[in-house]
């Protein structure tokens, strides 16, 4: 990558051989070959060239346990002979590129071409004086020479104000890219790494990691470097992003020592030795042959960018453990955009394809009428010749009207759309950085809005994360809070020190506080943490005893994963026999004990009946005070005949249990308050957790999520499944309908309970929306989870950096109030394109109108093409920004979501649109037709071709502008409320946009003479402009008193935007995308369509066997028709248009038809 060639880079790593006499014992070339190597043959080559990997870390001149001193001229000469760990970014686009992008507009393009031609005609005298009586009315303009001579000013005018606009968008694209990769190395910096630095474990910023450290890789990493294993415990690679391979690989020193950059650690912990960084590790050579590639991927790339916004450099999803062959297919063929289009999006592509289709039938009907009315009038009424002499003249006319033509054309079509959806989400996401919200996908912002399901997880999220021990039931006692260490049996305190403080990461620690009588700092994983605080409340430490059995002691690690529930490690002792301690979720860890230790030590049998005892005496009363229940327990083993460390059912069993721990996470203070915002802007929360059920219902009440009294479910993992899948054990969906609309809280769940719930509540057709789901998730087994979610929020303190790279929203601070903050922004967003959309279309419609009908009856607009260009400019540019960066206010919460099918346009709405487009028209045609009798001047109408331009129709101008200036204030409330000035200096965005705009028409009125058809008014004009502009605030408040019930017919005004959220081109690239429930029809059509939808099927079911695919296909089809419920029956054919689906499904290359779950719901 990067600017360097792969022969400058060859050259460079000949240079680079020299590297041996620089001091150290092998080459960059060296290294890079070393790693290509995998398995045994890595460890053969390490040993038969290095002597194994303590030879490779003293050529190196690095220690394993101490890794490298840290001194500056070290690091600093490591980086320079084996380079920095970053791989450079592609280079962004220049200012140049982006304006030749903004070119590329059809409108632009025609605006144009129609200057140049006007510009071209203008410099073309007639021969002969005499042409001009010939030509008649046409020559009509041309007496004057100082007014022929001005003819160019318009077609300069008009490119002058075209490249204005470009401008403009490349600034706005410029400004949006350099937030963007702000962004990114904000993302990237905050990617720390630990690594041991002079024995001290230290976290460093990924960039600065050199050859030669030492880094502690644990669960859920996602790797910065190339390096190799120096000991590992039980560790697992999901290496599919760099090999496709979706199975985890085992990592062994002795077996396959070999990790790569951009993999991720699905398992266990281990230390490496960093051989390779930036462009020479393995991610780095791809990228670097990228580099020759990425041109022509970036034009492909272009397109998904623009709908996305995905955050650069995304690394390859996770496979979700159902996804199989089926999800990689499906992948490849919709490569990019990560879930369907955003709801907003979706209504908008459709929204402006309709507008534009309007304008550009009204354009053409206006340039049609005017060349008609022209012809006729010229050379039928007045029966001229056509002369050749006046061609041009004739031409010069019909350029003009091509010009009106494309100005209607521009105003209608509202390119300020995309802008102001850019500027409201950059806007947002820049403003949600203070709220503690990193947005990666800007539309994942916008969604939120629309979120009507949170499922969070309860560790960290709502509560603070800081795990403290404060019951514990050792030797038969129930303690209720912890102990002095002398009234315990000293053979049991023995044993739980030893036990917790081996028996537990070694990065986990417990360090003083930051500052005085703060609280002790708790690095690492936080139940140890607490276990590890018991330790010390035990008045013992846990430091001596793991420097005395320092990690590479440690005999056999089995990690926490989420099946085993339970962490264990084993220790050989000085007799040569072995003992394992254990640790883990109580109910778990005591079903696999079989003796326990009492009140003097000993240990004596512990029978199922005692077991059930124990649960109801201790566990249970703990659980329900909200503790999480650990227990702690050791098994030994004779050394002769060593035990199958491989068998874990026998290893894990017959244990003898020492004690267990109540550990306190107290509820975050804000979260209840949050919740309760949550509940009342009509969002269900609900809580997902691996705790056990008494802990979650405890916190679940405390957080306010249950109520008690109310109706809702609380029930474990086992249960859940119990109740969604049938005897063949698949998940169904309509067992799935039965259990979420209740569900508030899932205990025990394992991260495939998540996504299971998670697509269910997505795919339910229950209820009349489609629920939008929010998931908070932290572990690296919530990936799937994340990527199934409309929105996925990873923990950026907790949260791993697989959890990370598969979400939407990184949390910087962890805290659930923050999401609340995100639903707030993302309805802001939503309600500012409604506030803008408002605007545009009462200017569009205006502008549309009077041009239109201006033309057909005065041939001529009375708002010339520059004008227009103006006006487009302040509705467009201006007002996106002014109306987009409108700060949320807490009333956003008071009401429902919107859901995914109420039209973009509200009734309200529409009745503002309509209303105030009344209200100018009517202004704008007594002034057109009798402006002249009131303000006793010229009338401007029927002006011939170049005359000067008119006070008559600069006051309609100028009173149009006024009338947009005050309707944009207006245009701040879509919801019918009053007081338009509401809060309207908390944003000075709005304030000095209005006022600035206001100043330029001044000028443009006072001086912009001829280019902007402008004639200077005198005060009382002006004062008369301001006074019909201000009418406008007026007329609002009229238009708010009439009531919505009275209007009728808007209701489907409103729902125009929306019959169905399909664009077609959208049908066979994505099924999916149909949502469900979205039409509803009545009983006539329904019947229509399902015998429709029969005849389809029997049309697929003989396509099928014609073309001879597989017979599966034909019964998924038959099947999936009996299954789809009616609805559905309906919703797929909502117009025989999509009969053509069938054809495309019946094709043999459609063979995700087959592969797909029913209710994708194909027709």
């Known amino acids: 990558m990067g600017d360097m060639s792969n022969s400058d880079f060859y050259a460079k790593n000949q240079r680079n051989e020299d590297n041996h006499a620089a001091g150290f014992g092998c080459s960059l070339m060296e290294l890079r070959s070393l790693m290509e190597l995998r398995g045994t043959e890595a460890v053969v080559k390490l040993q038969e060239d290095y002597g194994g990997i303590e030879g490779l870390c ?230 670097t042959l990228l580099g020759a590639g990425t041109e022509e991927e970036e034009k492909k790339e272009k397109k998904v960018k623009k709908q996305d916004g995905a955050a650069a450099m995304e690394m390859q999803p996770l496979k979700s453990a159902e996804g199989g062959e089926a999800d990689e297919k499906e992948r490849k063929r919709v490569s990019v955009p990560k879930k369907e289009k955003s709801v907003l999006q979706g209504k908008l592509t459709k929204l402006a394809v309709q507008i534009g289709k309007a304008g550009l039938l009204m354009s053409a009907i206006t340039v049609i009428i005017l060349v008609l009315y022209f012809a006729i009038d010229n050379f039928v009424m007045e029966k001229r010749p056509w002369l050749p002499e006046c061609t041009p003249i004739y031409i010069q006319y019909f350029v003009k009207f091509f010009i009106i033509g494309v100005t209607v054309l521009v105003v209608a079509v509202p390119e300020g759309l995309p802008l102001a959806v850019t500027i409201s989400l950059a806007y947002s996401v820049k403003k949600m950085m203070k709220d503690n919200n990193l947005v990666r996908h800007l539309d994942a912002c916008e969604t939120m809005g629309n979120a009507t399901a949170i499922c969070s997880d309860k560790t960290g999220t709502l509560t603070t994360n800081r795990m403290t021990a404060v019951q514990c039931y050792v030797g038969d006692v129930h303690y209720k809070e912890i102990p002095d260490p002398g009234s315990l049996p000293p053979k049991s305190l023995e044993l739980l020190v030893n036990a917790i403080s081996i028996n537990s990461a070694y990065t986990t620690k417990i360090l003083p506080p930051d500052k005085e009588g703060g609280l002790p700092k708790q690095v690492g994983n936080k139940t140890e943490c607490g276990l590890l605080g018991l330790v010390l409340d035990l008045k013992r430490d846990y430091q001596p005893i793991r420097n005395q059995i320092p990690e590479e002691k440690l005999y056999k690690v089995y990690t926490f994963n989420s099946v085993r529930k339970s962490m264990s490690t084993v220790i050989k002792l000085s007799d040569g026999s072995f003992r394992m301690y254990s640790k883990g979720a109580s109910e778990i860890v005591l079903k696999k004990c079989s003796h326990i230790l009492n009140e003097v030590g000993e240990s004596r049998v512990f029978r199922p009946r005692d077991k059930d005892e124990m649960v109801k005496k201790v566990i249970e009363p703990m659980a329900c005070d909200g503790l999480r229940t650990i227990c702690v327990g050791y098994r030994d083993f004779s050394g002769d005949p060593e035990p199958n460390w491989e068998d874990e059912n026998n290893i894990l069993n017959d244990l003898t249990a020492i004690c267990v721990v109540g550990i306190e996470d107290p509820v975050r203070p804000e979260v209840p308050d949050a919740i309760q915002k949550c509940q009342r802007a009509g969002i269900t929360v609900r809580m997902v957790t691996g705790d056990n059920i008494n802990t979650a219902r405890a916190i679940a009440i405390k957080c306010g999520i249950i109520h008690p009294g109310e109706d809702f479910l609380c029930i474990d993992g086992k249960e859940f499944n119990r109740r969604i899948r049938n005897e063949k054990g698949e998940v169904e969906q309509e067992r799935i309908d039965k259990v979420w609309p209740k569900l508030r809280v899932l205990a025990r769940s394992s991260p495939t309970d998540k996504h299971t719930l998670v697509k269910g509540i997505i795919d339910s057709t229950m209820a009349d929306q489609r629920q939008v789901v929010a998931v908070t998730g932290d572990g690296t087994n919530d990936g799937p989870a994340l990527k199934k979610a409309d929105v996925g929020f990873a923990m950026g303190i907790a949260g791993t950096d697989v959890a990370k790279e598969a979400s939407d929203i990184i949390l910087t601070d962890d805290n659930f ?347």
């Open 817 to 1163: 109030s923050s999401i609340v903050k995100a639903v707030m922004w993302g309805r802001n967003v939503y309600d500012s394109i409604s506030k803008f959309l408002q605007f545009q279309l009462t200017v569009n419609v205006v502008a549309v109108i009077v041009a239109f009908t201006g033309a057909c009856i005065t041939q001529d607009s009375p708002l010339k093409a520059v004008q227009m260009l103006w006006v487009n400019l302040i509705m467009d540019t201006f007002a996106s920004l002014a109306l987009a960066t409108e700060p949320p206010t807490e009333s956003l919460l008071k009401r429902k979501p919107y859901g995914r099918n109420k039209p973009l346009i509200s009734s309200t709405m529409t009745k503002n649109i309509l209303g105030h487009g009344v209200y100018q028209l009517i202004i704008i045609f007594t002034l057109l037709f009798v402006g002249e009798q009131i303000f006793d001047i010229d009338s401007g109408r029927n002006a011939p071709l170049h005359s000067p331009p008119s006070e008559h129709y600069t006051i309609i101008f100028n009173t149009f502008v006024m009338m947009q200036l005050f309707n944009e204030i207006n245009a701040r409330k879509i919801h019918g409320e009053r007081n338009v000035f509401d809060g309207i200096f908390r944003n000075p965005i709005f304030c000095s946009i209005v006022f600035g705009t206001f100043a330029m028409q001044i000028v443009i009125v006072q001086f912009g003479g001829k280019p902007f058809s402008c004639q200077p008014l005198d005060l009382e004009k002006w004062m008369w402009c301001v006074f019909l502009g201000l009418g406008e605030l007026v007329w609002g408040q009229v238009i708010a008193t009439i009531p919505n019930s009275r209007l009728r017919f808007l209701r489907r005004a409103g729902q125009l935007t929306q019959k169905d959220e399909l664009p077609e081109e959208d049908v066979n690239e994505e099924n999916e995308e149909i949502d469900h429930a979205e039409r509803e029809l009545r009983r006539g059509q329904i019947l229509w369509f399902r015998g429709l939808n029969r005849i389809q099927t029997q049309i697929e079911v003989v396509n099928t066997f014609k073309s001879g695919t597989s017979f599966q296909g034909a019964g998924a089809l038959r099947r999936q028709s009996s299954t789809t419920s009616q609805t559905q029956d309906v919703t797929n054919v909502s117009s025989p248009s999509h009969v053509s689906l069938s054809n495309a499904l019946s094709s043999p290359t459609s063979t995700t038809a087959a592969t797909a779950p029913p209710t994708t719901g194909q027709c």
């Open 58 to 287: 003293k050529r190196l001149k690095t220690s394993p346990t101490e890794g490298l001193a840290g001194a500056q001229p070290d690091l600093d000469k490591r980086k320079e002979l084996y380079g920095k760990n970053l791989i450079p970014p592609k280079k962004p686009k220049t200012f140049l590129q982006l304006v030749w992008e903004a070119l590329q507009d059809v409108t632009l393009i025609i605006l144009e071409i129609a200057a140049l031609i006007s510009l071209g005609l203008s410099f073309y005298h007639p021969p002969g004086e005499s042409g001009g009586e010939m030509c008649g009315m046409a020559a009509g303009g041309v007496e004057d020479e100082g007014e022929a001579d001005a003819g160019w000013i318009e077609g300069a005018a008009i490119l002058l104000s075209v490249v204005c606009v470009v401008l403009v968008t490349a600034f706005n694209d410029w400004s949006k890219e350099k937030q963007f990769r702000g962004l990114q190395s904000r993302i990237e910096q905050e990617q720390k790494f630990q690594v041991v630095r002079g024995s001290q474990v230290i976290q460093l910023p990924v960039a600065d990691i050199v050859v030669g450290d030492i880094a502690q890789v644990k669960y859920g990493d996602l790797l910065p470097a190339d390096g190799v294993l120096i000991q590992g415990n039980d560790m697992k690679i999901d290496e599919s992003s760099l090999t496709g391979e979706s199975d985890h690989v085992r990592k062994s020193a002795d077996k396959d020592p070999m990790l790569l950059s951009g993999t991720h650690v699905m398992e266990g912990s281990g230390r490496m030795v960093v051989t390779a960084v930036g462009v020479n590790s393995q991610t780095g050579i791809i990228f």
